[in-house]
């Protein structure tokens, strides 16, 4: 019998981590006698626009979605409520035996709740069942619950059967939460399976020539900005204070900033727009580039990617960013007080600036002073995590199938006393 994953995505972040789960189902499905796996892929809709959702469908060769939800924005609590009231439907008519959810957003709280409260129906007379939770990207922490993605993410550990790690700090932060060890599996990470997948593929794009970052077949030297985190971009004076940090630093380099929605919105309601110049949109003919930030659209999977790799510094509050820079030995200033992806700072090329502009200008310089860092790539970050994934999901599925567990009391304080 085939077993059914139900996989969730919906935001920008989740589309990169599933595409690698998608391939590595497919390449499992190839193989002669494999236990065959039904799979569904579930959009909620949470990000909605060409440039946040679709083009990642193209750009990864990730399936349509059998089933879109079509949540879009709202609050924290009545986005959550819109998953949890389509994802319940849904789980209700598949009755899958594994809903695997990435990262940390809204989405994955939702569908990692509805996951764990539904029965659902058993077939041929067997006992209705609650379907398995995976968690990827399980036990990251930032130890700062004002962050809606740290209450999404201990949350979401807190339920999961499978949960799944990238890197050792998170196997430690789940024991010391008492999640019983045989549920925690560290496998890698996802999100640089894809990378390595796409690495050469990027290279292809023309986005470095769009931006006239090369002229004359030299590459110039410039910076990658992303922002989003609402402690960043929704305080005004938060947002202002980074801004010009990053102005007087684009007298000397040009900085690129791929505008996420939120951002955007921001800049527009709190009148920052002297900051930059709209590279698509309001650019003049001879316009210096040189003296404000340059803004361009959010970016497919493919251009982001080739601009990140060539980039002489990235500037960032974005998760998956950090850990990207760290394979790509490009250097990563974090404009955050913490990162809950401690190994990027250790292995990888990451240093934490904060907010204060004296100290994001100072490692700003640091970095272009200095040669780029040497960097080793994190345990298990090599391209094979998702088939890791699949490969336990078969063995656990198979050793323990969801309807003959469906009535016990496997809560993590009662398997804390006995490892
Ligand atoms: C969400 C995640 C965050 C993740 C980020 C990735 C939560 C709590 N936050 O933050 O962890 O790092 O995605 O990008 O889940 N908007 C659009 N078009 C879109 C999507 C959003 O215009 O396609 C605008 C809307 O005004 C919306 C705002 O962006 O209100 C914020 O979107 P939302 O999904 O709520 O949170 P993000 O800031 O995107
Ligand atoms: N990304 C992208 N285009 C952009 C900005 C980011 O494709 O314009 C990719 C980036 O390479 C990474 C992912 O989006 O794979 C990170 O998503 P985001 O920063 O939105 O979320 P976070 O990782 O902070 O949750």
């Known amino acids: 019998m085939a077993i059914k994953i139900v996989s969730v995505v919906g935001a920008r972040p989740n589309f990169m981590k599933v595409a690698a789960v998608c391939e590595a189902i497919k390449a499992h499905s190839r193989l002669p006698m494999a236990i065959p796996i039904d799979h569904m892929l579930v959009h909620t809709g949470q990000h909605y626009d060409t440039n946040m959702s679709d083009f990642f469908f193209n750009d ?101 059967d499978y949960l799944f790690t990238t890197e050792e700090s998170a196997n430690r932060n789940l024991e010391r939460e008492g999640i019983p060890r045989d549920k925690i599996h560290f496998v890698g990470n996802v999100m640089i399976d894809t990378l390595l997948r796409h690495r050469s593929k990027a290279l292809e794009s023309t986005i470095l020539s769009d931006l006239r970052l090369i002229e004359n077949g030299q590459l110039k030297p410039y910076a990658i900005l992303t922002l989003h985190r609402p402690a960043n971009v929704d305080d005004r004076r938060t947002f202002a204070k980074i801004l010009e940090a990053l102005v007087a630093v684009s007298r000397h380099m040009p900085i690129i900033f791929p505008v996420h929605p939120r951002t955007l919105k921001q800049i527009q309601e709190a009148d920052l727009g002297d900051f930059f110049v709209d590279h698509f949109l309001d650019a003049p003919v001879h316009c210096d580039f040189g003296v404000r930030i340059r803004l361009v659209p959010p970016l497919g999977y493919l251009d982001f990617l080739n601009l990140t790799s060539q980039a002489r510094v990235v500037l960032t509050d974005s998760g998956g960013v950090q850990e990207e820079t760290t394979i790509l030995g490009v250097p990563c200033i974090t404009l955050r007080e913490n990162t809950e992806r401690p190994v990027t700072l250790k292995s990888g090329t990451n240093v934490l600036a904060g907010v204060d502009p004296n100290k994001i200008i100072a490692e700003i310089t640091r970095v272009l002073e200095g040669a780029r860092p040497a960097t080793e790539a994190p345990k298990l970050w090599d391209g094979q995590a998702a088939k890791r994934i699949v490969q336990i999901l078969l063995t656990e599925s198979v050793s323990k199938p969801c309807w003959d567990v469906a009535h016990s009391t496997d809560t993590a304080t009662d398997k804390v006393q006995t490892v």
Do not use: Y
Not at 112 to 131: D, E, N, Q, R
């Open 60 to 160: 990864l060769d990730l399936p349509k979605p059998n089933l879109f939800l079509g949540v879009g924005s709202g609050s924290h609590s009545l986005q959550t409520a819109k998953v949890m009231e389509g994802f319940e439907n849904v789980l209700l008519a598949e009755r899958p035996d594994i809903v695997l959810v990435v990262g940390d957003v809204n989405s994955t709280l939702a569908c990692a709740l509805v996951t764990k409260k539904t029965w659902c129906t058993g077939v041929k007379g067997a006992p209705p069942f609650i379907p398995k939770l995976a968690h990827v990207e399980a036990g990251l922490r930032s130890f700062d619950r004002t962050m809606p993605e740290e209450v999404n993410r201990i949350v979401t550990d807190s339920i999961a």
